[in-house]
């Protein structure tokens, strides 16, 4: 008998370990849609892609309806669309707009629950104040949608300013391997595989597009169409025009990145000009005062003890 024990919770623990073993290799492997998907241009892409044995499904399959609708009422009440895409492509997220608007719902959701709990506790306390409660509860909701497309903003103003930091030792890294002798592919793919950062992603989608079969002019100018910045679409742009007019494209990259490592320095002396006007402030609504008072109190005292 305990032999038969044994074998049973032996043979247990073995199915369990194989169980183990297939889930993590199965979650592992990437699935056949996000491999092909990407490469289908003609196709629609859904919103989401499926993900295998994990809990976002199972939330998306209980919930994604509520969030749907809830996110068709944020962009019919919100709208700009195409701003938001917009942004979205500028921060480099490689979210659809329905999955922002069901972010947007959720982020409001936990605002409301935040609200909701103490002012729950304060209903039940005073329940005559319920009523400016609800309406303070809805107003935590509109903030945290709001919220979250403020922090969309956050994001496109920080990668972009990633990308300006950048830029001048791409270009330059780019323009050294052009005057090496490379073409310009031969260039991109060095400078991508050498280099890290936001721009050099963007370098990388241009780079796979080229691979794919797009030529190498409207890639860069499909990277000029989808850049928020002026210097990345000049950049862009430049490089397009001598590709196709075989100008000489070393001095366009130097050219380019001695402008940005110019207009940076002008940013950031004026930037040092602003911190000299802030910094007067605590002198002239602090420290003046103070010295105006330890100056004139005595002698305001000492008026005060001889004036009968």
Not at 162 to 173: K, N, R, W, Y
Not at 229 to 243: D, T
Request: aromatic share 6%; net charge positive.
């Amino acid at each position: 008998m305990t032999a038969f024990v044994g074998g049973v919770l032996g043979a247990s623990m073995g199915f369990g370990a194989w169980l183990t073993v297939t889930a993590m290799v199965d979650a592992r492997r990437t699935s056949l849609a996000v491999r092909v998907l990407p490469y289908l241009r003609d196709l629609p892409r859904p919103d989401t892609l499926p993900v295998r044995g994990s809990s976002a499904t199972a939330f998306a399959g209980v919930f994604g309806p509520a969030l749907s609708t809830a996110a068709g009422g944020v962009e019919r009440v919100l709208g700009g669309s195409a701003s938001v895409r917009r942004r979205l492509q500028r921060a480099g997220l490689e979210t659809e707009l329905a999955q922002f608007r069901a972010e947007q719902v959720i982020w409001g959701l936990v605002s409301f629950a935040v609200v909701a709990v103490p002012s729950a506790w304060l209903a039940v306390a005073s329940p005559e104040r319920s009523v400016p409660l609800l309406i303070f509860c809805a107003i935590a909701f509109v903030l945290g949608v709001l919220l979250r497309e403020n922090r969309l903003t956050a994001q496109v103003t920080q990668r972009e300013r990633l990308i300006l930091q950048e830029f001048p030792t791409v270009a330059d890294l780019l323009a050294l391997a052009v005057a090496a002798g490379e073409s310009p592919v031969a260039a991109l793919d060095r400078v991508v595989r050498r280099t890290h950062g936001e721009l050099s992603t963007e370098l990388g989608r241009v780079l796979a597009q080229v691979r794919t079969g797009t030529p190498i002019t409207r890639a860069f100018d499909e990277l000029a169409s989808r850049s928020g910045l002026a210097v990345v679409s000049r950049f862009a742009e430049g490089i397009a025009i001598a590709v196709e007019r075989g100008t000489p494209l070393s001095d366009v990259l130097h050219a380019q990145a001695g402008d940005v490592r110019e207009a940076g320095r002008r940013a950031l002396i004026e930037s040092g000009a602003r911190r000299e006007v802030l910094m007067m402030v605590p002198v002239v609504f602090l420290v003046l005062p103070t010295v105006v008072v330890f100056a004139f109190w005595p002698g305001l005292v000492g008026l005060r003890l001889v004036v009968p």
